[in-house]
């Protein structure tokens, strides 16, 4: 080597060593925001727990009010960096049209908004019980449940998350119950748009995995007629318990089942008292189903799982006399409350794990086959080795590729034929 190269190899290396330096300053001023950011997060969610029973007490008696109308909203200082968030109690509607509070989440980038306002991703959110204390809004990350907020924030989109009647503010449990629950969808929106600092306008995209599949099917089929100042661009579900009469005939015989139908049952009594009593939906118990029922419609699915599963275990196969799915009136009522009654004018994403064993992918593929034949346009994608929890982000990806194209007007490809 000559001593001339040697310099050159010496300054190369030392640019190679200065840009390396600098890339660490870099990442460790991030990583020092980030942490700070943890931090006040953190402090901000441990105070809004204090605050949480009040917030969410409505005002008895309950002032009239029209759906989507806001009855009170705070700021939510822990919202993650780069956004702003509201949480907000407004009216909706239950299945006889009766007014009912309802709590929700709105959280939006920092970014300025387009002119004619942000677009909206209305999320529904899976089980997490049919308890009051079960609201995600409650939670201390009342963020974590809403898959894929973080990239809808960097698209520049708004989001709002309902807790559906029953959550969050006392009222009688919506759960599987596709009216109340769209309702309560579709006026998260209009509330959210009644916040002047949202900057939300009047497009809007609604997103669902599981029960909040259902909820969002239900929607997209009742929203033209609901809330039609809305303008309705696309409906993307992962997952979705779409028929009610298969999910249960599928899920009765294990832990999964037992836990639905423990959530169902109370929350049917509760909604269809003027057709049928409580003793005629609880017949189809055993003794000892109808003794852990209350216990187990009590109890929040993430936070209380191992009580769950030691009440739950061992009733299976012995918790009905029989299959809800082909049993009066519970045939009926599971029909009334699965999705497909009505056509979606709109796009459709589907999203279906292959190895989920809660919503069976033979259920998902036999209500795409229906959504085909009412004309949908239908974009249908499969994931191999997914199960049902991970199905809303196996999907996520696909799904923001579909949502750029219902966004921008065009039409997405469909996999109907």
């Not at 999320?123 to 997490?128: E, Q, S």
């Not at 852990?292 to 009905?320: K, Q, W, Y």
Request: glycine share 6%.
């Amino acid at each position: 080597m000559s001593a001339r190269a040697r310099p050159d190899i010496w300054n190369r290396t030392r640019g190679r060593r200065r840009v390396f330096l600098a890339i660490l300053a870099i990442v460790a001023i991030v990583a020092g925001v980030l942490s700070v950011d943890a931090i006040r997060r953190h402090v901000e969610e441990e105070a809004d727990l204090r605050t949480d029973a009040a917030f969410y007490r409505a005002p008895d008696p309950l002032p009239a009010g029209e759906p989507g109308e806001v009855i009170r909203v705070e700021e939510i200082a822990s919202a993650p960096l780069g956004s702003t968030a509201w949480r907000f109690l407004y009216h909706s509607r239950d299945l006889d049209g009766e007014d009912v509070p309802v709590s929700a989440i709105v959280i939006v980038p920092d970014a300025p908004p387009p002119a004619d306002g942000r677009t909206v991703v209305a999320w529904g959110h899976p089980t997490t019980g049919a308890a009051v204390t079960c609201a995600p809004s409650l939670d201390l990350d009342p963020f974590q449940l809403m898959e894929g907020v973080h990239e809808f924030l960097l698209e520049g989109y708004a989001v709002v998350a309902t807790d559906y009647p029953g959550l969050g503010v006392a009222a009688a449990s919506s759960y599987l119950l596709g009216i109340p629950e769209s309702n309560s969808v579709l006026d998260a929106v209009r509330a959210a748009r009644a916040i002047p600092e949202t900057r939300i306008g009047d497009e809007f995209v609604l997103w669902g995995h599981s029960q909040g599949g259902q909820a969002v099917l239900f929607a997209a089929e009742r929203a033209a007629q609901y809330a039609p100042e809305l303008d309705l661009l696309g409906v993307a579900v992962a997952a979705p318990a779409a028929d009610l009469t298969e999910l249960m005939s599928d899920d009765i015989i294990d832990v999964s089942g037992v836990t639905i139908a423990s959530y169902a049952i109370p929350a049917y009594q509760a909604a269809y008292a003027d057709r049928y009593s409580p003793a005629e939906l609880a017949a189809i118990l055993t003794p000892a189903g109808a003794s852990a029922t209350p216990e187990m419609a009590a109890l929040c699915l993430l936070s209380e799982n191992a009580r769950i599963h030691a009440i739950a275990d061992p009733l299976i196969g012995r918790f009905v006399t029989s299959d809800p799915a082909t049993t009066e009136p519970w045939r009926t009522l599971l029909e009334e409350n699965s999705a497909g009654g009505s056509p979606i004018e709109v796009p459709v994403f589907v999203g279906q794990g292959l190895a989920d064993r809660l919503v069976r992918p033979e259920a998902t593929e036999d209500y795409v086959e229906l959504l085909c034949t009412q004309g949908a346009d239908v974009r249908f994608l499969r994931y191999t080795d997914v199960d049902h929890g991970f199905a809303a982000y196996a999907a996520l990806p696909d799904m923001l590729t579909w949502l750029s194209t219902v966004t921008a007007g065009a039409k997405p490809p469909s996999d109907c034929r």
